[in-house]
């Protein structure tokens, strides 16, 4: 056979076996291993409702654990999935800190990493694919505007804090991007600050001890999630106070809960924050798996919603 013959043939062989491939990829049922941060909040309940049902449509199969908000059971997670060699492993990292080992075990396994909801602090930004999620520092933000914007009374202006988990990325972010905003008039200031850890008992419990140690010099408390929010209207209810008139109350995900606490006038801002990130996960994924390129960060859109449009964006909230 001649040199040029024995190209062409081995060529279009190359050819056949890249054609197969590629077929074979995009055929190929996907496998993702996601390790949720647990079920902490309503905004957490949507957002693992999401990411089953886009499995579901996008017919991934998803093995899902929840680590109870808890780090090492999320290590422990992702060392099962990378043991099951699983195509693709995507979470919402509890804390920000402490990834760079199990991240490097996927990398050595050659299993991409795609974070949803929350970012890691990593040197090495190789260690996985993509970050899909809010911009956090921008809620804050949002929230620090709203107050500036909005807050009636003269004189000092006495804030307590809810914070998020200690450590994780929504709570440091969402605390600098309000203190950035509110620094600009000093007269805010915040007076009390400690973790609810997102949850409503937390929240509730906090708020009592807020107003035991400053009673009524309390005018605005900012809560890092809903949930934490609306556990601290009933401790402000059962202290006598009116919560959204004594107490200004801002908080972020823009859950339905929190609409119906705006509805019923107790609540006055909330700024979104979307749970809804399954399908651009899935589709994150199948990119992945194909071989394609994807940006390093994919920042969701959200909107703020103040008390007075509650009733009617209500029945247009899915989550
Ligand atoms: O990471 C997102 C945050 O986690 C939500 O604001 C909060 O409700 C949740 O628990």
Not at 303 to 311: H, K, L, N, S, Y
């Amino acid at each position: 056979m001649s040199i040029s013959r024995r190209c062409v043939l081995t060529l279009a062989g190359g050819l056949l076996l890249a054609a197969t491939a590629g077929v074979q990829a995009a055929d190929k049922k996907i496998t993702l291993g996601f390790a949720q941060v647990g079920a902490e909040s309503e905004w957490r309940t949507a957002n693992t409702q999401s990411i089953k049902q886009s499995a579901k449509d996008a017919g991934i199969t998803l093995k899902f654990s929840d680590a109870q908000q808890k780090q090492e059971n999320q290590i422990k997670a992702i060392r099962s999935y990378i043991a099951q060699k699983v195509d693709v492993i995507a979470f919402s990292p509890v804390v920000e800190s402490g990834w760079e080992t199990v991240l490097q075990e996927a990398k050595a396994a050659k299993i991409p990493v795609i974070l949803t909801d929350r970012a890691v602090s990593v040197k090495d930004d190789s260690l996985y694919v993509t970050f899909i999620g809010s911009d956090f520092v921008e809620e804050g933000r949002r929230a620090g505007k709203w107050l500036l914007d909005n807050y009636k009374g003269q004189g000092d202006v006495n804030i307590v804090e809810l914070q998020g988990t200690v450590g994780s990325a929504p709570a440091i972010d969402r605390k600098n991007g309000f203190e950035e905003v509110i620094k600009a008039q000093p007269r805010f200031k915040i007076i009390r600050s400690q973790t609810g850890d997102f949850t409503r008992a937390k929240g509730k419990e906090v708020m009592e001890a807020f107003l035991k140690a400053e009673g009524k010099k309390i005018n605005v408390l900012y809560a890092h999630n809903d949930d934490m929010a609306i556990g601290a209207i009933q401790a402000i209810e059962e202290a006598g106070l009116k919560p959204g008139k004594d107490i200004i109350i801002i908080s972020i995900d823009a859950v339905k809960g929190a609409f119906e606490a705006m509805i019923a006038g107790k609540l006055n801002v909330t700024v979104e924050c979307n749970p809804q990130l399954g399908p651009q996960l899935m589709e994150a994924a199948k990119a992945v798996v194909a071989g394609k390129q994807l940006p390093k960060r994919i920042v969701t859109k959200e909107g703020v919603f103040p008390m007075e449009v509650a009733a009617k964006e209500f029945p247009n909230r899915k989550y």
